[in-house]
Nanobody, 121 residues
C-alpha cells in the first residue's frame, strides 16, 4: 500500500489560510480525498479529486473556500484552505479513495497519519 504523509497544518486565526500537502510514497494514479475529524465528531469528507485531477467534489461547508489539487509528477495532493473558520478545526487526513464522486470516508483505501488544523476566533 502507498504510504501517505500529510503536512502543512497549524494554528491560524479565523479568516486566514493554510495549505495542506499530502505526499505519497510512490506514483499514485488514483482518486484522492481530504477528510477531517473534530474532537467528539465523526470523520467527514472535505474534498475529493480524480486520479488525473480533472474532477473534484467538495463538502457544502467548504465550497468556495477550499480547493483541492494534485501534482502527480510530485506525488502530492494539496488542500488550499482560505477564509478559515473555527468550525474547520479538526485533524485533517488524506486518503486514497475508490471514487472521487463520493465524499464518504467508507471509500477510503489507505489513510495518512493526519495533520492538525486549529482555527481560533
Amino acid at each position: 500500500q502507498v504510504h501517505l504523509v500529510e503536512s502543512g497544518g497549524g494554528s491560524v486565526q479565523a479568516g486566514g489560510s493554510l495549505r495542506l500537502s499530502c505526499t505519497m510514497s510512490e506514483y499514485t494514479y488514483q482518486a484522492m480525498g481530504w477528510f477531517r475529524q473534530a474532537p467528539g465528531k465523526g470523520r467527514e469528507g472535505v474534498a475529493t479529486i480524480s486520479s488525473g485531477g480533472g474532477g473534484t467534489d467538495y463538502a457544502d461547508s467548504v465550497k468556495g473556500r477550499f480547493t483541492i489539487s494534485r501534482d502527480n509528477a510530485k506525488n502530492t495532493v494539496y488542500l488550499q484552505m482560505n477564509s478559515l473558520k473555527p468550525d474547520d478545526t479538526a485533524m485533517y487526513y488524506c486518503a486514497v479513495i475508490r471514487t472521487y464522486i463520493s465524499l464518504s470516508p467508507d471509500y477510503a483505501i489507505a489513510w495518512g497519519q493526519g495533520t492538525q488544523v486549529t482555527v481560533s476566533s
